[in-house]
C-alpha cells in the first residue's frame, strides 16, 4: 500500500526556533512536494524537488528551505519560526513529469509556533 | 483575486440527497482538474481525475469540466454520512509534476 509518513502529527514550537518537519514515501516516486494548509486558504505549495539534491520554490517559500539527500526523503526547514507559519503542513509525492494528477499526500504534521 | 474560487461552506445536506460542488476559476491554461477528499485529521486523497472539458462518471461521482466557463463540478449522488469530509478542487496547466492550485476546500456535512 502506498505511504507518506510525516514524522510528527503536532508540534508546538517557540518564535526563532529552527524547525524540522520530515516527509519518507515508500513508492520510488520521483516528486515530493510540500504545502501548506490554512483556513479559507486551501492548499499552497512551498517547495518541490523532481530528484534528489533538486529543489524549486513553490508559491510561498520565503522563511522556508528544503533539503532532499535522499530520494525517499524530502525535509521542510523553517529556519527562524514566526508564529504566521503556525499552520497544517501537508507532504506529498508523485510519480513522473507527466502524472501530476496522482499526488499521494501524508496525513500531515499540525504545527503551532508561540 | 484567487486563481481558483471555491465556496468553503460549510455545506450541510440529509442522507441520499444529491450534493453539487463547484469551483471557478481564471487560468485558461488549466487543463487537468482535480478533486480531493479530506477526512477530518487526515491528508487529501485524491477522488476524481479529467482532463480537459466534459464528463466523468464513478460510482456516486461524478465530475464535470465546463473550460468556456472556467467553471468544474463535482456531483455526489445518493449523498451518505461517510461522505462527509471536505473536498478541495485542484487543477494544473499539465506536465508540471504535480504543481496543483487547489480551492479553498468545501466542508460537507451529511447528516443521517
Known amino acids: 500500500d502506498v505511504k507518506v509518513t510525516q514524522s510528527s502529527r503536532y508540534l508546538v514550537k517557540r518564535t526563532g526556533e529552527k524547525v524540522f518537519l520530515e516527509c519518507v514515501q515508500d513508492?520510488?516516486?520521483?516528486?515530493m512536494f510540500w504545502y501548506r494548509q490554512d483556513p479559507g486558504l486551501g492548499l499552497r505549495l512551498i517547495y518541490f524537488?523532481?530528484?534528489?539534491?533538486?529543489?524549486e520554490k513553490g508559491d510561498i517559500p520565503e522563511g522556508y528551505s528544503v533539503s532532499r539527500e535522499k530520494k525517499e526523503r524530502f525535509s521542510l526547514i523553517l529556519e527562524s519560526a514566526s508564529t504566521n507559519q503556525t499552520s497544517m503542513y501537508l507532504c506529498?509525492?508523485?510519480?513522473?513529469?507527466?502524472?501530476?494528477?496522482?499526488?499521494?499526500f501524508g496525513s500531515g504534521t499540525q504545527l503551532s509556533v508561540l | 483575486q484567487k486563481e481558483v474560487e471555491q465556496d468553503p461552506g460549510p455545506l450541510s445536506v440529509p442522507e441520499g440527497a444529491i450534493v453539487s460542488l463547484n469551483c471557478t476559476y481564471s487560468?485558461?491554461?488549466?487543463?487537468?482538474f482535480m478533486w480531493y477528499r479530506q477526512y477530518s485529521r487526515k491528508g487529501p486523497e485524491l477522488l476524481m481525475y479529467?482532463?480537459?472539458?466534459g464528463n466523468k462518471e464513478d460510482g456516486r461521482f461524478t465530475a464535470q469540466v465546463d473550460k468556456s466557463s472556467k467553471y468544474i463540478s463535482l456531483f455526489i449522488r445518493d449523498s451518505q454520512p461517510s461522505d462527509s469530509a471536505t473536498y478541495l478542487c485542484?487543477?494544473?496547466?499539465?506536465?508540471?509534476?504535480?504543481?496543483?492550485?487547489f480551492g479553498q476546500g468545501t466542508e460537507l456535512s451529511v447528516k443521517p
Open positions: 487560468n485558461s491554461a488549466f487543463q487537468y
Open positions: 524537488s523532481y530528484d534528489v539534491k533538486m529543489k
Open positions: 479529467t482532463y480537459s472539458s
Open positions: 485542484a487543477m494544473s496547466v499539465g506536465n508540471q509534476g504535480g504543481k496543483l492550485i
Open positions: 506529498a509525492s508523485s510519480s513522473g513529469i507527466t502524472t501530476n494528477e496522482k499526488l499521494f
Open positions: 513508492m520510488d516516486h520521483e516528486n
